[in-house]
């Protein structure tokens, strides 16, 4: 079984930063990945980011390159999103997610089986 564990979310003023966490157990796929995924009041769930738990590869939403960065700690499991530059509009319940088959397409949330239990990220303005 797999367990997927969110921290870091809080209220933050627009322009500041927060560092998310994710942490993984459990039986994961090499060929997976983490994503991050958020969902706002009335809105879909959207992708934000995501990176594979092999190699370098990362992915981002075009309304979050180049203020958020992801990055990973082979060694704890862990994926963080580091979050600058923060609008109003990122204000959101943010999940992380990962999988123990294959991921195909990173930015599907079609592509993830475990789920974290989201943290809530508020930016003020």
């Known amino acids: 079984q797999v367990r997927v564990v969110e921290s870091g979310g809080g209220l933050v003023q627009v322009g500041g930063s927060l560092r998310l966490s994710c942490a993984a157990s459990g039986r994961i796929g090499s060929s997976s990945a983490m994503g991050w995924f958020r969902q706002a009041p009335g809105k879909e769930r959207e992708f934000v980011t995501a990176?594979?738990?092999?190699?370098?590869?990362?992915y981002y939403a075009d309304s979050v390159k180049g203020r958020f960065t992801i990055s990973r700690d082979d060694a704890k499991n862990t994926v963080y999103l580091q979050m600058n530059s923060l609008k109003p509009e990122d204000t959101a319940v943010y999940y992380c997610?990962?999988?123990?088959?294959?991921?195909?397409?990173?930015?599907?949330?079609?592509?993830?089986?475990?789920w974290g239990q989201g943290t809530q990220v508020t930016v003020s303005s």
């Open positions: 997610a990962t999988s123990s088959w294959v991921v195909i397409n990173p930015l599907a949330w079609s592509s993830y089986n475990y």
């Open positions: 990176i594979r738990w092999t190699g370098a590869d990362t």
